[in-house]
């Protein structure tokens, strides 16, 4: 048996020289294969999904994998900044995870009047809030006079674009007949 070392395994091959009977004092020297080490590199994602395994001869370098994708959630597009250890000089097993950047999502927050009619256009970051118009005005009918009310939703937490649409008081209308 030779002792293995980070670089090199050995597998015993045989004596040197070939053993015969013996008939005198003989020297025999033990004749082995050396390979060198090999160890696994894993490329995983950010949520420990492999995308690569290889088996990489010690002292070579790994390949990466293509750059992986993360899909964005409502808070945050991921955009990949690369592995989190180096990979291009392996002396032992790795786990090579990827790195992600991120942005806040912005979202659109469009204030309309009762009719559609865009009053306001605001882009907001995931989680701000955005801030409401003066308040509109509808115009009478013969019929009904229109006080403004409020908003028709919440819009203080954004967390997906919104259309925000202004409500109204109907007040019948009075008239003097004489």
Do not use: C, M
């Amino acid at each position: 048996v030779k002792a293995t070392t980070v670089v090199y395994n050995y597998e015993f091959k045989g004596w040197t020289p070939e053993i015969v009977a013996a008939t005198e004092d003989t020297t025999y020297t033990a004749e082995f294969t050396q390979y060198v080490n090999t160890y696994t590199v894993t490329f995983v994602d950010w949520n420990d999904e492999v995308l690569d395994t290889q088996t990489v001869e010690y002292g070579k370098s790994a390949t990466a994998p293509a750059d992986p994708s993360r899909e964005k959630d409502a808070q945050y597009t991921y955009h990949f900044n690369g592995w989190d250890v180096d990979y291009t000089y392996v002396t032992k097993d790795l786990t090579v995870k990827a790195l992600y950047g991120t942005t806040v999502n912005v979202y659109t927050v469009k204030f309309v009047n009762w009719n559609g009619a865009e009053l306001d256009i605001q882009e907001i970051e995931y989680g701000g809030s955005a801030v409401a118009p003066y308040n509109p005005t509808r115009p009478q009918t013969d019929q009904y006079t229109y006080h403004f009310k409020g908003w028709d939703v919440e819009y203080s937490y954004i967390v997906s674009d919104l259309t925000v649409t202004a409500q109204y008081n109907a007040v019948l209308r009075a008239y003097v007949v004489t």
